[in-house]
C-alpha cells in the first residue's frame, strides 16, 4: 500500500538547521511531483517547495528560499529537506506530498519541526 513517511523533525534554535526525509512505497515514486507542505497552528496548510518527477524544476515559496533546499533519489524512492538558518517562523507541521493527478495524491503524517530559543 502506498506510505510516505516523514523523518528529521524536532527541536532547534533559531539559526540551526534540520534535514527532512520522506520515504516513499507503493507507488512508481519517479513519476510524481513531489513536494513539501508546511502547516502551523491556527494557519492554512501552505507549499513550501515542489520538484518534478526528474528533479529539473524546483519552486520554493519566497520565504524558505535560499534557506531551504530539496532534493530527491529516485532510486531510494525519498525525497528530502534541507533547512538552513531556521526561523521561528518556520515552526509547523512538515507534510510530504507526492502528486501525479488529482486522484492520484499522497501525503505523509508528517513531522513536527519547532524553531524556538
Known amino acids: 500500500q502506498v506510505q510516505l513517511v516523514e523523518s528529521g523533525g524536532g527541536l532547534v534554535q533559531p539559526g540551526g538547521s534540520l534535514r527532512l526525509s520522506c520515504a516513499a512505497s507503493?507507488?512508481?515514486?519517479?513519476?510524481?511531483?513531489m513536494s513539501w507542505y508546511r502547516q502551523a497552528p491556527g494557519k492554512e496548510r501552505e507549499l513550501v517547495v515542489g520538484?518534478?518527477?526528474?528533479?529539473?524544476?524546483?519552486n520554493y515559496v519566497d520565504s524558505v528560499k535560499d534557506r531551504f533546499t530539496i532534493s530527491r533519489d529516485n532510486a531510494k524512492n525519498a525525497v528530502y529537506l534541507q533547512m538552513n538558518s531556521l526561523k521561528p517562523e518556520d515552526t509547523a507541521v512538515y507534510y510530504c506530498?507526492?502528486?501525479?493527478?488529482?486522484?492520484?495524491?499522497?501525503w505523509g503524517q508528517g513531522t513536527q519541526v519547532t524553531v524556538s530559543e
Open positions: 506530498n507526492a502528486y501525479f493527478t488529482p486522484r492520484n495524491q499522497y
Open positions: 507503493g507507488f512508481t515514486f519517479s513519476s510524481y511531483a
Open positions: 520538484i518534478t518527477p526528474n528533479g529539473r524544476s524546483i
